[in-house]
């Protein structure tokens, strides 16, 4: 079972409950504050107690492209088939705008090789909500939250 397969499950369980809607512009943030952060959460899965992500950000804002890497670890709890856990790498760079927020700051992730891009919206700086590819908010979006360690 693949990340994808989870971020799908994710996204049709979050438009089953309904979501906010439309598109924004990109720019880049104003500074991070650390060079390397990491932030967990447990996001809700159809077939299992939970999928637990664990994400660690290197570089900030000001870094090259190439200084700007992440890594996403996705580790599924009880699911019937134990699959193994997944493992992602590439780069990501600052967004800027959701749908509800022009100024809000996201974290677009972009994996090298095979994998889907993620879109991390940044609540504050100890928290991470997954959203959408159209940067929109899931309307269960307390359950798609990663804090940060």
């Not at 493992?87 to 100024?103: C, E, I, K, M």
């Not at 700086?125 to 990663?146: C, G, H, K, S, Y």
Request: aromatic content about 6%; hydrophobic content about 30%.
């Amino acid at each position: 079972m693949q990340i994808r397969t989870l971020l799908a499950g994710s996204a049709m369980l979050a438009l089953l409950a309904g979501c906010a809607g439309g598109p924004g512009g990109q720019a880049t943030e104003p500074g991070m504050d650390t060079a390397e952060r990491t932030y967990q959460g447990t996001l809700p899965c159809r077939n299992c107690e939970g999928i637990d992500l664990d994400v660690t950000l290197l570089g900030d804002a000001q870094s090259t492209a190439a200084e700007r890497t992440f890594d996403l670890q996705a580790s599924y709890r009880g699911h019937p088939q134990n699959p193994p856990d997944e493992n992602y790498a590439g780069n990501w760079q600052v967004l800027n705008g959701t749908a509800d927020d022009p100024q809000a700051t996201v974290y677009e992730l972009t994996p090298n090789g095979e994998g889907q891009t993620y879109y991390f919206l940044r609540l504050d700086p100890q928290t991470l909500e997954l959203i959408d590819p159209q940067r929109r908010r899931f309307q269960n979006n307390e359950m798609l939250r990663l804090k940060r360690l």
